[in-house]
């Protein structure tokens, strides 16, 4: 992780941690990289995209300033999800995109991702020249005026041209399914009628954003209240989306969650059985669950594991032509369609695959085993997120579950500190749920004891 930018880019608490002075300066810096790489000799033109959060206008304004105060024209796509900004950028030819969103975190946070003029997240090495222009050389970043100011387009409209792309990659209806969708009260709301315009009988809920409920008890990262409903409505499925929409996770018809290691799975083996799956191959992270590879293994197909984050998956997937990958947490990107994790496209294409197998998503799920896993965070001071890992009597600990899971046990441990979150990610997987609990309760309470807030 850099200076600024996590692994999702520059997140906190909204206008007083994320302040609107470092929202313009990112704006200045990114137009003046982001230009340079498409080295393009007319005013370079960056679109930006926000999600529900009330800060978001707030920050939006502060980008746009920035943008034009270096000479660069900002295009304003409003509230749309983090895979249309990326879709749009290449549709469009932009130099470059910015959406505002910090994701699944509360209304709070806010956050700034930037994309490049390919639509692809920005490479570490060229975040670290945009930290160096806003940390280092301000005095680089020369202000325009007179004509040379940028100028500020809406293109509203380029809502429109990401459902259409939407309906045209899914190549097929969703006819005969009926569905309720959690939008997570965030930037799924402004696209979701996709599904009812591709032929399926849809609800929704979390469709009301109000700028303080986004992710408030509702969403990917909230299932209850879906399963509930996806049960007592008889429905198909449901489908819940995070913040920005970069992710989604699936309730079955008897409202158990569907993983995003189950959707990868599941996905992958249908692309195999169509030809379609390049280098018979899936991407995903450490963290994904010991029966998913089970379940890739009995079906022939590989596996190829990062660390943590989506961006890395997809990383790899370029960088040796994969075309499925993603997070068990929803982040799944499809290449042959999007360069980043597409909760609405991955939804569609798994919806699709639901109706073409003619069977309830519980029996399709239920082939992928789950080794119990738990998964907490602990709550740590920001500074310490870079120095964790030097403190002898939590690596001791660590180290002595890595040796309780090893040989026979058949798990695992990982502990990591969030790229998103001041926080401590312990994530322990085994046969026997007991003792999961157990050596997470443990390492909870000497990372407590030695890195209390």
């Given amino acids: 992780m850099g200076r600024l930018f996590g692994t999702d880019g520059v997140r906190g608490v909204a206008i007083t941690e994320l302040t609107c002075e470092l929202a ?42 920035g943008i034009a105060s270096v000479g660069a024209c900002a295009e304003l796509l409003g509230v749309v999800p983090t895979p249309a900004l990326a879709y749009l950028i290449k549709e469009f030819d932009a130099d470059g995109g910015i959406m505002i969103s910090a994701s699944h975190n509360p209304f709070e946070d806010n956050g700034i991702k930037l994309f490049s003029g390919s639509g692809e997240k920005l490479p570490d090495e060229v975040e670290e020249e945009i930290e160096e222009y806003i940390l280092d050389e301000p005095e680089k970043i020369l202000i325009k005026s007179g004509a040379e100011v940028g100028i500020i387009r809406s293109l509203y409209s380029g809502k429109d041209t990401y459902i259409n792309y939407l309906k045209e990659s899914t190549g097929g209806d969703l006819s005969g399914l009926r569905l309720i969708f959690d939008c997570a009260n965030g930037s799924a709301c402004s696209c979701a009628e996709v599904f009812s315009e591709m032929g399926a009988v849809c609800d929704f809920t979390g469709n009301e954003p109000n700028g303080l409920n986004i992710n408030k008890n509702c969403g990917s990262t909230h299932l209850n209240a879906l399963s509930e409903k996806v049960k007592a409505g ?64 009995e079906n022939g197909i590989n596996t190829v594991s990062t660390k943590v984050g989506d961006r890395y998956v997809y990383e790899e997937m370029k960088k040796n032509a994969h075309n499925i990958g993603g997070e ?74 890595e040796a309780y899971f090893g040989g026979s046990r058949q798990g695992r441990v990982n502990v990591r500190a969030s790229g998103t979150e001041p926080l401590l990610r312990i994530m322990i997987e085994g046969k026997d749920q007991s003792d999961v609990e157990l050596w997470v309760k443990k390492i909870k309470e000497v990372v407590e004891n030695e890195l209390c807030v």
């Fill in 24 to 65: 313009m300066n990112i704006g200045r810096a990114a137009a003046l990289v982001l230009a340079k790489y498409k080295n393009n000799e007319k005013k370079a033109t960056i679109l930006i995209g926000k999600d529900t959060r009330i800060s978001s206008d707030t920050l939006e304004a502060a980008l746009i300033a």
């Fill in 234 to 297: 008889n429905y198909h499925a449901g489908i819940a989306f995070d913040g920005d929409a970069d992710r989604c996770l699936f309730i079955d018809e008897k409202g158990a969650e569907v993983s995003g290691d189950k959707i990868i799975a599941l996905l992958a083996k249908s692309m195999k059985e169509k030809g379609e799956l390049k280098n018979n191959t899936a991407v995903v992270t450490i963290m994904s669950n010991l029966g998913f590879h089970e379940f890739m293994r």
């Fill in 328 to 401: 068990n947490s929803g982040h799944i990107i499809l290449s042959d369609y999007a360069t980043t994790g597409d909760g609405l496209l991955t939804a569609a294409r798994f919806l699709r695959l639901l109706k073409e197998s003619g069977k309830p998503l519980s029996e399709l799920a239920a082939y992928i085993k789950d080794y119990p896993q738990i998964l907490i965070g602990v709550k740590i001071s920001p500074e310490m997120r870079a120095t964790w890992s030097e403190n002898k009597r939590i690596t001791e600990v660590i180290e002595e579950a």
